[in-house]
Structure formats: C-alpha cells, structure tokens
C-alpha cells in the first residue's frame, strides 16, 4: 500500500466520525458532508508525518470547518426568530441496520437537542459539543476558539444550562407509541379537549415550510414562521393539520431515535414530524414541512 493509499484508508476508517461531529455541529447533512470533504482536501494538502493522533487532527479539522459554517450562517440569517428545523434522520421504526447512520444517531442526540444546540452562539456549541458529546478535553477545544481552557469550559457550561432546561425525552419507544397514537386519534377525531390532556401545558410547536407561506403540497402544514406555544395553541394548530388527514396518508417511524410521522400525498413526502415526549405527554412537536429539503432526504422506503 503507497502512502496515498494509506492515507484515504485512515480517513475512510474516521469518516463516520467526523459526519456525525459534522451533524451535530451544524443539524445539516449536506454542510456536515462539505465539512468532512473539506476536512479530506486539507489532509491531502498537509504533512501528517509529525501528527501522533490522526482522529484527534481530523476531527480538530471538521470542527474549525463547522465553526466557520456556523459563523457565516449567523450573519447571512436575515431573522433569527424564523423556525428552522435541523435534518431529521428518518428511519423505518424496526431498522437498525445502518452503520454509519447509528455513528450519527449516537446518544440519542433528537431533533428537539439540534434545536437548542442551533440557537447556541457557535463558539459555545463547538465548546459543548466536542466535550459533552465527543468527549474532548477542554485542553484541545481550547486553540479552536481561542480561548483559554478556562473560558472554553464556561462556553460548555453556558451551553449545558441552556440544553438542561430543554425537555429529557421518554427513552421508552412504547410509551412514546402510546402517547403518538393518542395525539393522532384526538387529531383524527377533532377532539380538542383530549389534544390537549395528551400535550405538556408548555408545549412548543415548530413548523418549517421553508419560508413558503401556504401548505406546498396538499396534506402539508401550512407555514409557521414563529413557534406556537401552550396546549391550547398547539391543539388549535392540530386540528387544522388535521383536515388533510383524508388527502394524506401517514407512517411511524424513528426521527432521530424517537417516535414520529411522515405525512405522504400520492406517493410523496410532504411532512416529517418529530415529537419530544416527556413525562407522559408531548413537550416539542417539531415539523419539517419544506419540499426541497424532504427531497433531499431518503424516504423512498417509507413511503413505498
């Protein structure tokens, strides 16, 4: 084996890692993969002789590369507030079997985690990121974003407060089923008051259209460019997505390692919703309704 070939192995061997730092750094599946193909240009440009701990130089690579992302992201958002659902990773609910993609969903990072993660300042979710999820001593973290040890552990713990007042999910797939079929049958049978007894009274509701102003596709929700809080709201909003139920069909699969749906219309996607169960009820119902990006998603076996 020449040294080229040595080379690409030894990434190959670390590309799963680096998609997931990637995912998690910036909720986007196409940015994660630019990052780890920037990552493998600047290894083919630079002399790894003199570096003992490739992984460690790799993943240090993929995070300058996010911290970047991040930072242009920040300045070309015209409106913070808008919602902006991160990439769901939608599977059926019995399939385990992807490799690479379980490197992704590793510890149990959910959809309504990517939400708080992306209203994070970038330096602090680099900071919390590599440490809590990566396990990265603040040692290393520290040259990333030029700070000292000291204050990259108070990015981390600024950023922990804010994860820790998030939602804990219900791990348990089976009492996430028993709370999702009661959500969808209250919805189907128009009955408010029993949307409401299944929702946390803080619930939160995000609905990402991608900034499209009615429902794209029918049996797609119709835009929510802010979140929509407390029970009330959210079953209001529920009963109105629906009155498409006729038009669209519906599946049960794993979003992110928890229970959710994908609305489809003739053969296609036009809804993925995720739900953040917590102590018996939903806390987060999280909706990525953009037809552009649920094209970009492998759905085909779900909707087969």
Do not use: K
């Amino acid at each position: 084996m020449n040294d080229d070939d040595w080379l690409t192995s030894q990434f190959e061997e670390h590309r799963a890692h680096l998609r997931a730092v990637g995912y998690r750094m910036l909720g986007s599946f196409s940015e994660a993969d630019d990052a780890v193909q920037e990552t493998w240009l600047r290894l083919s440009r630079t002399d790894t002789s003199d570096v003992s701990n490739l992984g460690g130089w790799l993943t240090t690579v993929t995070a300058r590369v996010c911290l970047n992302v991040l930072r242009s992201r920040r300045t070309r958002r015209e409106d913070p507030l808008d919602v902006h659902v991160p990439d769901p990773i939608v599977r059926p609910v019995d399939d385990r079997r992807d490799p690479e993609e379980q490197a992704v969903l590793a510890d149990s990072v959910g959809l309504a985690l990517l939400v708080v993660l992306d209203a994070l300042p970038p330096a602090e979710r680099l900071a919390f990121v590599l440490h809590d999820l990566f396990a990265m001593p603040f040692e290393e973290i520290a040259p990333i974003v030029d700070r000292s040890p000291a204050a990259t552990r108070q990015l981390a713990s600024r950023a922990r407060r804010r994860v820790r007042d998030a939602p804990s999910p219900d791990a348990d797939l089976t009492r996430q089923r028993r709370v999702v079929d009661a959500f969808l049958a209250a919805s189907r049978d128009g009955d408010f008051e029993a949307l409401v007894a299944v929702l946390d009274p803080e619930v939160v509701l995000r609905a990402d259209t991608g900034g499209v102003p009615t429902a794209p596709v029918p049996g797609a929700p119709t835009a929510a460019t802010r979140p929509v809080h407390g029970a009330a709201a959210v079953a209001g909003r529920a009963l109105t997505f629906a009155r498409f139920a006729a038009a669209a069909g519906r599946r049960l699969v794993l979003v992110n390692g928890g229970l959710g749906v994908v609305t489809v219309v003739d053969g296609v996607p036009t809804a993925v919703m995720a739900f953040t169960i917590a102590d018996g009820v939903i806390a987060e119902i999280d909706i990525l309704a953009d037809v552009a990006r649920l094209r970009e998603l492998d759905l085909t076996a779900l909707v087969d």
